[in-house]
Structure formats: structure tokens, C-alpha cells
Nanobody, 122 residues
Framework: VQLQASGGGLVQAGGSLRLSCAAS????????MGWFRQAPGKEREFVAG????????TYADSVKGRFTISRDNAKSTVYLQMNSLKPEDTAVYYC????????????????WGQGTLVTVSS
């Protein structure tokens, strides 16, 4: 499985972006998915996760109420709508397939995408 993340860019604080994560084949349709991010000099951190049917979603406290994760299994794509962006949201954002374990642990995931850079200016 290959994951292609896109949609990053430069945006002013308070703005919005929508990230997409497209899978190379429909395997991701039967897997839970997650978004993580990594800022310069920091460890990779959990952002949001979604079950394979989309009925369960979970967010990091830092993005709750601002970010929304969703998916379109027909398109093998997972989205991350990011609103009210803050400078501290600046990071490379990665999507990944959750294999087992906690949604919030990077060790629960396999098949990471290459990442897309989000830069929020103040």
C-alpha cells in the first residue's frame, strides 16, 4: 500500500486547509486510518484517527473542535479539514494505516505516507 498525502501549504493564522490522503489500492477501505504531524525538532504526534467505516473518530486535545477527519472509501481517500489554524499547527502532516493498538500511538500504524508540509504564519 502506498499513501499519497497532499493539500499542505502556507496559510495565515485563522485560515483553513484540507489535507487528503489517497491510497494506492482499496486496502485502506478496510483499515482504520490516522493523521500525525511532526514539527521541526519535535517528535511525531497524533492528530486524528478514524475507523474504517467512519463511525468512530478521535482527536488530539490540541486540535479538537478545529480539525475534522473524514473518509471516502469509494475513493480510498481520507481527509483532514483544518480550520482556525494556529502557528503551532505548523508541521509535516502524515497519514498512516492503523494495524492494531491505540489510535494515538505511532507504533499502531504501518504504511506511512510521505507527508505534506503545513506552514501557518502569524
Amino acid at each position: 500500500v502506498q499513501l499519497q498525502a497532499s493539500g499542505g501549504g502556507l496559510v495565515q493564522a485563522g485560515g483553513s486547509l484540507r489535507l487528503s490522503c489517497a491510497a494506492s489500492r482499496r486496502t485502506s477501505s478496510n483499515n482504520d486510518m490516522g493523521w500525525f504531524r511532526q514539527a521541526p525538532g519535535k517528535e511525531r504526534e497524533f492528530v486524528a484517527g478514524i475507523s474504517w467505516r467512519g463511525e468512530y473518530v478521535t482527536y488530539a486535545d490540541s486540535v479538537k473542535g478545529r480539525f475534522t477527519i473524514s473518509r471516502d472509501n469509494a475513493k480510498s481517500t481520507v481527509y483532514l479539514q483544518m480550520n482556525s489554524l494556529k502557528p503551532e499547527d505548523t508541521a509535516v502532516y502524515y497519514c498512516a494505516v492503523r494495524i492494531s493498538g491505540s489510535y494515538t500511538s505511532a507504533r499502531s500504524y504501518r504504511y506511512w505516507g510521505q507527508g505534506t508540509l503545513v506552514t501557518v504564519s502569524s
